[in-house]
């Protein structure tokens, strides 16, 4: 987690990670020192609070953040959970908790917490209060990882967008050493007001501008994509969606050769990645690879990158690709149905796969998500498992059935030939004439390819 807090808010700058007005006045010795706060490389302790009735336990409960924490390149050094039906209003662990946090982090040297909660403003100045420690929560590493991650000027720009729309209600937090400081005068506009609190109605008006600047920079990104994808009507397209780190950009770099990232990190793919898939008795469709959800994403986020989740609203079939080595499979399938649903895409035309099979240790777990979600396919694309069962499932659902054709045209027509090429499995071909200027073509068709064929000088004859 390379980027300080203090460089987060990107305030008039033309990304994330840049030193904002916030930045430069944010120093008082007597709180954590924030303006210092490079989570890589730092020693944290890690926290959650969890309802009983979600169903962690205390091997597994943290185990996802620890996974988000090793991405951003934290050192965790000890751990602590409580289970409680809520999070206490106003420090989110329990007094007996917080005091036995105080306890570790003395003990240990610690650097900063993190929580595994998302915290409200005032938890996170309660805890800094109290801690004497920099207090960093779920959304914030989130933030952090996906700012690292951001490669293109869109998901720079999303980035930004969701880092502004948290922190924007986090500014009091940042400059409450300024409030200590007594207005001068009385009486008047403005009278009692310290310079802190007058730089904070500054400084949230900044926030402000640039917010309203970044929505409406990606609105034109959004319309724009939305053309580009609109505009792919004649071809089939499928979606590779799931949970972060589900190995979704391994199965497309394995089904279409495509030359894309693939690491054993969480949130490694952020941007869209459309590429060709040829399936055998169908043609040619267009894949698309899709940022991982994860659970509780922040809602600002989600919302930014709403424009890059475009592939996926308009997309023929979803392939939601799972972790079946995963202990925790069936939340994070619930997960990415949540998530789906907050962007408007409706899961019905859901194809489950079930990666990593060649991780699974008990193989009864594979047959319980079988029998718990139906229409599955199994698969290893690490190495190269089940591929052939997955492009023809694909082939199938997309097809909505095939049917058995004759299509007579003129040799010349190549608009034709080509369609052929990418959507039919030719069974024969016969010359009508001597001069072989006109030609029956006996083919295999998906049904639903069959609405964009081109019918210029065209005949054809349906079989079945």
């Keep these: 987690m390379a980027i300080p807090r203090h460089q987060r808010c990107g305030v008039g700058c033309g990304g994330p990670g840049v030193a904002t007005s916030i930045s430069r006045r944010q120093v008082h010795l007597g709180d954590p020192k924030r303006e210092s706060l490079a989570v890589a490389s730092q020693r944290a302790i890690l926290a959650g609070v969890f309802n009983p009735d979600d169903g962690f336990g205390r091997d597994d409960a943290l185990a996802e953040l620890r996974g988000l924490v090793s991405t951003a390149g934290v050192e965790v050094i000890g751990e602590i959970i409580q289970f409680r039906d809520a999070p206490a209003p106003s420090t989110c662990l329990g007094s007996g908790k917080l005091e036995e946090l105080k306890q570790l982090v003395e003990a240990n040297d610690a650097q900063m917490v993190i929580f595994d909660n998302n915290l409200t403003p005032s938890q996170g100045r309660a805890l800094e209060q109290f801690l004497e420690k920099p207090i960093v929560d779920r959304s914030e590493v989130i933030l952090d990882i996906f700012a690292t991650h951001a490669r293109t000027h869109e998901a720079m720009l999303q980035v930004e967008l969701a880092q502004l729309m948290y922190y924007r209600t986090r500014l009091k937090r940042m400059w409450t050493h300024l409030e200590r400081i007594g207005g001068g005068g009385t009486g008047g506009l403005g009278a009692g007001r310290g310079p802190g609190e007058k730089q904070l109605e500054t400084d949230r008006r900044l926030v402000d501008r640039r917010i309203s600047e970044l929505k409406q920079r990606l609105a034109a990104v959004e319309s724009r994509r939305s053309r580009t994808v609109s505009g792919r009507h004649e071809h089939v397209t499928v979606s590779l969606v799931g949970y972060t780190n589900a190995g979704k950009s391994t199965l497309m770099r394995t089904l279409t050769g495509a030359d894309v990232l693939v690491q054993d990190k969480l949130f490694a793919t952020l941007d869209t990645r459309t590429r ?47 972790d079946a080595s995963n202990p925790d499979a069936e939340r994070q399938i619930a997960t990415v149905y ?123 004859n349906l079989l079945s």
Aim: charge should be negative.
């Design 276 to 322: 060709r898939w040829k399936l055998p008795a169908f043609g040619d469709v267009l894949l698309s690879d899709t940022v991982g959800f994860v659970r509780n994403l922040p809602h600002h986020l989600v919302a930014s990158f709403r424009s890059t989740l475009e592939e996926a609203r308009k997309a023929d079939l979803l392939l939601h690709v799972v």
């Design 338 to 460: 949540q998530v789906l649903g907050e962007i408007g895409v409706e899961v019905h035309d859901v194809l489950l796969v079930l990666n990593k099979v060649d991780r699974v240790e008990d193989h009864s777990f594979i047959d319980v998500l079988r029998h718990r979600f139906g229409d599955t396919v199994t698969i290893s694309a690490a190495e190269g498992l089940g591929l052939d069962q997955l492009s023809r499932r694909v082939a199938e659902r997309l097809a909505g059935g095939f049917v058995e054709a004759e299509i007579e045209t003129s040799t010349g027509n190549g608009r034709l030939f080509a369609w052929l090429t990418r959507h039919a499995e030719e069974r024969s071909r016969v010359y009508l004439d001597d001069a072989s200027t006109r030609v029956r073509i006996a083919c295999r068709l998906p049904r639903q390819a069959m609405e964009s064929m081109p019918m210029d000088d065209t005949i054809v």
